[in-house]
């Protein structure tokens, strides 16, 4: 049975790809619950309200949205993945290749729909005339121009009091005490700024001295230092994404893929810019006999840097796993000479496997 989350995202009609993306996301934050042809569904309409497109369905919507530069190429290859996936399976997902399919494709629909306007821009005014709108908090020219208050009258002298004392304003000592107190808040302002920076550069150096030092255990063979080094670095500065990449690496080296996919899917999340977190998440799953899903996060490695040779040349093995061999070829022959060029077969011989049985070496990060 379909739950009341999903019918929402499918039977509603929706006046912006923003709201789709919304009701989307109840959808695909149960993977385990929405079925396949029901994830697809909430994807493609909330691409054809991108587009404004109602007509575009599967493959051909992707390509649509791709070609208007609103997606990346891995995000295509996920949505494609999606459809593919709608296509042949009319259950939820089952295991963790199918999950991950199912977060790329959300990231890419997040990545699809443009961000909303500011909330100033869709509460202005009304123009008098009920033309254009008025810009938010602009002065009404109708408006009477503001009037000086009343003056005070003056008070009478004091007995003994000369003219001189009569006509000397009351505030001046009271304007003194005002100004001595803000300027005592912005001194303490300040101090709070500065304090904030110096605990700042403290966790931040103190974050970058233990990347180092577990840099350097780990190049000498010590793991577990390393691996201590690393923990307290990833727990001092969560937004950096280094700890995270050889964390994973040292748990797939142990072979504990599970863990290194946590690991380097943290690492993708904090650091959607690295190409190396991309291509060691990329390495566990080949690793772990998923090549499809190496496959696609080898290419975003490469589209985020082309000169990566080390994600070009095991691009190649992934495809290899894919018996995809001609590709396979061209991408090691681009990336030159690498412990990459073990898993592609230079002549394949009639009756012989396609793919050796190991996957070689990973590269590191």
Known sequence: MVPTQVC??????????????EAARLVFTSPTVATAPVLWSA????????????????????????????????????????????????????NEA????????????????PESPSPAASFAPPSAGGGASVPPFAPRSSAPPLSPPPAMPSQAPSPGASA?????????ARSSHRKRLYTGLGAMGVLAALLAGGAWWYVSGRADRRVEAGIDAYARGARETARVAFVEAAQADPTDARPLIYLGRISREEGDFARARRFLTNAVRVAPSSSIAARELASVMLADGQ???ARRFYVRAIELDPNDRT??????????RL?????????TERAGPGDWQRCVPLTPMPGAPTAPPGYGPVPPP
Request: net charge negative; glycine share 8%.
């Open 8 to 21: 929402f995202a499918l039977c509603a009609d929706f006046a912006n790809p923003r709201a789709a993306l």
């Open 43 to 94: 994807a493609q309409q909330v691409l054809q309200l991108v587009l404004g497109r109602p007509e575009l369905t599967g493959q051909a919507l992707v390509g649509e949205v791709r070609r208007h530069g609103l997606i990346s190429l891995s995000d295509a290859h996920a949505l494609v993945g999606l459809s593919g996936w709608a296509d042949r399976s009319a259950v939820a997902a089952t």
């Open 98 to 113: 199918e999950r991950m399919l199912v977060r790329e494709a959300w990231m890419a629909l997040d990545h699809a729909v």
């Open 164 to 172: 001189f004392d009569a006509d000397m304003p009351v505030a001046p």
């Open 291 to 293: 090549p499809e899903i």
């Open 311 to 320: 994600a070009q040349g095991f691009l190649g093995c992934a495809l290899v």
């Open 323 to 331: 018996q995809r061999l001609d590709e396979a070829r061209r991408w």
